[in-house]
């Protein structure tokens, strides 16, 4: 299991051949979403969770101010990625242990890395772990992280199951899933069919189906999360909602993830665009096209990202 690094949406595709959550792309095998370079993947994921960290951080102390939350002294943060959000998490819980988990050895050293230079390496470390087999390995927590990585998982019901079993008295796991499609552009840019970035959600959405269908062990769950916590044993706790909202004009570090995030979502969307789509993109990742993302004063992103919430008694 292998979620990503941005902990992110439906909407943006990212490889997702086991865990990572924070950013992902969601691929089954012979196309370019598992044909993965993390030399280039893992600093896209990186730039991604950087630029939501307020998001992260909000939700963090949000948990942390809860009435009923425990002394945090271990957390688990699963389909790690990079690990940008595991540092953060250590930033807000500074007196837990953080273990980053996720399924690729090459983000789990970016990782490390990481946490080495923010000075938190005495309180932080990896573990590389296959969900759901390796789930016996990660230990019991009080804080489990699960950043846009359930969804990777065939079974989620037995899968949320496995992380309340790992959860110390008043434990919490924190669910991000859902939120609203991250939008960058406008409705209507001034070359092709308006609703542009509609339908490429809608080619995602497509593709996302596919991958949860050919999950071992695939299971049809309907996603009311808090029925879903009760169910394995978890009280809800709450939900809330976390905004991103760059305006335009962007910065240039945001403006540059925005062109490496549509370029991504281009490759791994491939024949499930219109060939006027097809078109349409190819000017718009142009940086000599006045048209395109590269000098757009309209380039924005807007996101909202929902973490759910459920306790063990």
């Known amino acids: 299991m292998s979620s990503h690094a941005g902990h992110g949406h439906h909407d943006t595709p990212a490889p997702a051949t086991s865990v990572h959550a924070h950013g992902h792309a969601h691929g089954s095998g012979g196309d370019p979403a598992t044909d993965i370079d993390w030399d280039v993947l893992g600093p896209l994921l990186e730039q991604e969770a950087e630029l939501n960290a307020a998001q992260y951080e909000e939700a963090a102390r949000w948990i942390a101010a809860l009435p009923t939350a425990p002394e945090v002294r271990r957390i688990l943060d699963v389909g790690s990625g990079p690990g940008v959000v595991s540092c953060l998490l250590a930033e807000v819980f500074p007196g837990a242990e953080v273990v980053a988990v996720d399924a690729t050895p090459a983000l789990l050293e970016r990782a490390t890395n990481r946490a080495r230079r923010l000075g938190l390496g005495d309180r932080f470390r990896t573990l590389t772990a296959e969900l759901p087999a390796d789930i016996g390995i990660l230990d019991e927590a009080d804080l489990i992280w699960a950043g846009n990585s359930l969804h990777h998982l065939g079974d989620q019901r037995a899968a949320l199951a496995g992380f309340a079993?790992?959860?110390?008295?008043?434990?919490?796991?924190?669910?991000?899933?859902?939120?609203?499609?991250?939008?960058?552009?406008?409705?209507?840019?001034?070359?092709?069919?308006?609703?542009?970035?509609?339908?490429?959600?809608?080619?995602?959405?497509?593709?996302?189906?596919?991958?949860?269908?050919?999950?071992?062990?695939?299971?049809?769950?309907?996603?009311?999360?808090?029925?879903?916590?009760?169910?394995?044993?978890?009280?809800?706790?709450?939900?809330?909602?976390?905004?991103?909202?760059?305006?335009?004009?962007?910065?240039?570090?945001a403006r540059e993830h925005v062109v490496a995030s549509i370029a991504r979502e281009r490759e791994v969307l491939g024949d499930l665009l219109t060939s006027e789509d097809s078109a349409v993109l190819e000017r718009l990742l142009d940086p000599e096209d006045p048209e395109g993302l590269h000098h757009r004063p309209d380039v924005h992103l807007l996101s909202a990202r929902t973490v759910h919430l459920g306790r063990r008694a």
């Open 165 to 253: 079993s790992l959860l110390r008295p008043g434990g919490t796991v924190a669910l991000v899933e859902g939120g609203l499609p991250t939008r960058r552009l406008p409705r209507d840019i001034g070359i092709g069919e308006p609703g542009l970035e509609a339908r490429m959600g809608a080619a995602a959405a497509a593709r996302f189906e596919r991958m949860r269908s050919e999950l071992p062990g695939a299971q049809r769950e309907t996603e009311d999360w808090r029925a879903l916590f009760s169910a394995v044993g978890l009280a809800p706790q709450g939900t809330r909602s976390f905004l991103l909202d760059l305006p335009a004009p962007l910065s240039g570090p």
